[in-house]
């Protein structure tokens, strides 16, 4: 499968599968408006997995001086588990690499543990909690990075 993968730009033709993907993997959902705002914007950065045409993940970054923020990775729930959500990560530390930024960073909830687990697996060290970071529920985040 993942020969059969092809990572490119994020656009707005893609919005509509990547709301499906949205409304699958993530609590609190950005509307399509907001998706238009963050990937014309210049200092974000959002690619897409496709296989046969059918967007499976997505990830995006917000990017900050030297420094990227991660803003969101999610794959289609029959697609996970299958290295899709590691090769956007790799396409998207690539990318920083070549344009010579030095830290990436996220927040995830703190009882998402499957994420946390994801992004340890991948060398992000935690870096400590914010406390009622998520205002929908005021659930603590971990905050991680990684050095590149």
Known sequence: MENNIKISQLTINDLEQILEIEE???I???SKQFYIKEITNENSYYIKAKINNIVV???GLNLI???AHITKIAVRYEYRKKGIATKLL???IDYLKKNNFKKIYLEVRKFNLPAINFYQKNLFKIDGIRKGYYIDTNDDAILMSLEI
Request: aromatic share 26%; net charge negative.
């Open 90 to 92: 790799n396409y998207l």
């Open 28 to 30: 609190t959902r950005w």
């Open 57 to 59: 993940g997505f990830a």
């Open 65 to 67: 001086l030297d420094e």
């Open 24 to 26: 699958e993997a993530f």
